[in-house]
T-cell receptor
């Protein structure tokens, strides 16, 4: 149980295009999902907290108009990187908290590697 | 901001040896968690220890927590090649976000 999937797993796009990444909780409902970015050999940096039915809460320094987050249901959150540039190339990971279980553990997706040319 | 600091940043040992990684943090916490990340993959939750606990075991893993020193350690006994990965500690407070440390890259040499 507690499986989180991400799609796509890898994406290559041209500079200026927008990319949408999906995060799904497959066997549980998640009222809260988190989006992280990880650069090579570095730790995870939280970008935003996504709450079902409400606006996402962004961390300081993260542009909400560039990284659009939509959490339309209890099992799906999407991150859209708008007008992507090479510096947005990174590993994007989502995680989700199980609504019915304890609030302490986050279950992570396998990540999406974005390469912007 | 990242409040967890882990050491060592990198650790290389022989298969069968024990591996110890440390994590320090700065603010008060409700729990501390350890995660493993294989190269290019997502994170796998290993173990959670609450602030009122001092030690916890799970298989070959042993985690300690010293809230007075704001530090935790992860011990992997009888290491295997498959344990090669990056290990992160993350601190949590209630339902708030997790704050991750910088991680330790562990290499187990056959």
């Amino acid at each position: 149980g507690a499986v989180v999937s991400q799609h796509p797993s890898r994406v290559i796009c041209k500079s200026g295009t927008s990319v949408k990444i999906e995060c799904r909780s497959l066997d549980f409902q998640a009222t809260t999902m988190f989006w992280y970015r990880q650069f090579p050999k570095q730790s995870l940096m939280l970008m935003a907290t996504s709450n079902e039915g409400s606006k996402a809460t962004y961390e300081q320094g993260v542009e909400k108009d560039k990284f659009l987050i939509n959490h339309a249901s209890l099992t799906l959150s999407t991150l859209t990187v708008t007008s992507a540039h090479p510096e947005d190339s990174s590993f994007y990971i989502c995680s989700a908290r199980n609504r019915l279980a304890g609030q302490e553990t986050q279950y992570f997706g396998p990540g999406t590697r974005l390469l912007v040319l | 901001s990242q409040q967890g600091e882990e050491d060592p940043q990198a650790l290389s040992i022989q298969e069968g040896e024990n591996a110890t990684m440390n994590c320090s943090y700065k603010t008060s916490i409700n729990n501390l968690q350890w995660y493993r990340q294989n190269s290019g993959r997502g994170l796998v939750h290993l173990i959670l220890i609450r602030s009122n606990e001092r030690e916890k075991h799970s298989g070959r893993l042993r985690v300690t927590l010293d809230t007075s020193k704001k530090s935790s350690s992860l011990l992997i006994t009888a290491s295997r090649a498959a344990d090669t990965a990056s290990y992160f500690c993350a601190t949590g407070k209630g339902a708030q976000k997790l704050v991750f440390g910088q991680g330790t890259r562990l290499t187990i040499n056959p």
